[in-house]
């Protein structure tokens, strides 16, 4: 099945620098979404993107879509050890009977 | 609380043995989704159910199994025939307003072999 392609596959920064996470996709979308990870535990929902939207903030998150290049990316800013997690995007494709199509996902490691 | 549940957390199978992963969640969501994830792999989608008494396959749905009896409960079952069924095992509902989907997830189970 199409899937999401997420890059890179792990990032390793020093706390208080940014993070960024690139998903690119090959369908049209309704909506593209950001979910976390911890190790061994189910995903979080974070953020919600709509195809009509270029940028959505949600504290130290920002997410772009640009619907053109059909990619999208998360940024963490001021990362945190906490942050340290997969993070994972999904797409919704409106014709899809209400399955997400997921991408590989990112290892994030913030290292204090 | 609101929430999905999953159980047990971590599960052994013996060779030839069927075991039944339990999902319960109290969101009052209409579709509930079980995943399978392996290193590396991202999430794939085993089954889903969009209403009670009605489910479908996804994309890797031989070996498995599901029942949708309940609005609350969606159990899977990893039959005998799944040869490989090691994996990280997890289970999503949703209920989408104004036409979009967000899932919320168990903590999922942990499936071993024996």
């Known amino acids: 099945s199409q899937q999401g392609e997420e890059d890179p596959q792990a990032l390793s920064i020093q706390e208080g620098e940014n993070a960024t996470m690139n998903c690119s996709y090959k369908?049209?979308?309704?909506?593209l979404q950001w979910y976390r990870q911890n190790s061994g535990r189910g995903l979080v929902h974070l953020i919600l993107?709509?195809?009509n939207e270029r940028e959505k903030h949600s504290g130290r998150l920002r997410v772009t879509l640009d619907t053109s290049k059909k990619s999208s990316s998360l940024l963490i800013t001021a990362s945190r050890a906490a942050d340290t997690a997969s993070y994972f995007c999904?797409?919704?494709?409106?014709?899809?009977?209400?399955?997400?199509?997921w991408g590989l996902g990112t290892s994030l490691a913030v290292n204090p | 609380d609101g929430g999905i549940t999953q159980s047990p957390k971590y599960l052994f199978r013996k060779e030839g043995q069927n075991v039944t992963l339990s999902c319960e969640q109290n969101?009052?969501?209409?579709?509930m989704y079980w995943y399978r994830q392996d290193p590396g792999q991202g999430l794939r989608l085993i089954y889903y159910?969009?209403?009670?008494?009605?489910?479908q396959k996804g994309d890797i749905a031989e070996g498995y199994s599901v029942s949708r009896e309940k609005k609350e409960s969606f159990p899977l079952t990893v039959t005998s025939a799944q040869k490989n069924p090691t994996a990280f095992y997890l289970c999503?509902?949703?209920?989408?307003?104004?036409?979009?989907?967000?899932?919320?997830f168990g903590p999922g189970t942990r499936l071993l072999v024996l």
């Open positions: 999503a509902s949703s209920s989408p307003s104004g036409g979009e989907e967000t899932q919320y």
């Open positions: 969101l009052n969501h209409d579709a």
């Open positions: 159910s969009q209403i009670v008494n009605d489910f």
């Open positions: 369908t049209s979308i309704n909506n």
């Open positions: 993107i709509r195809s």
């Open positions: 999904a797409i919704d494709n409106a014709g899809n009977n209400r399955k997400l199509i």
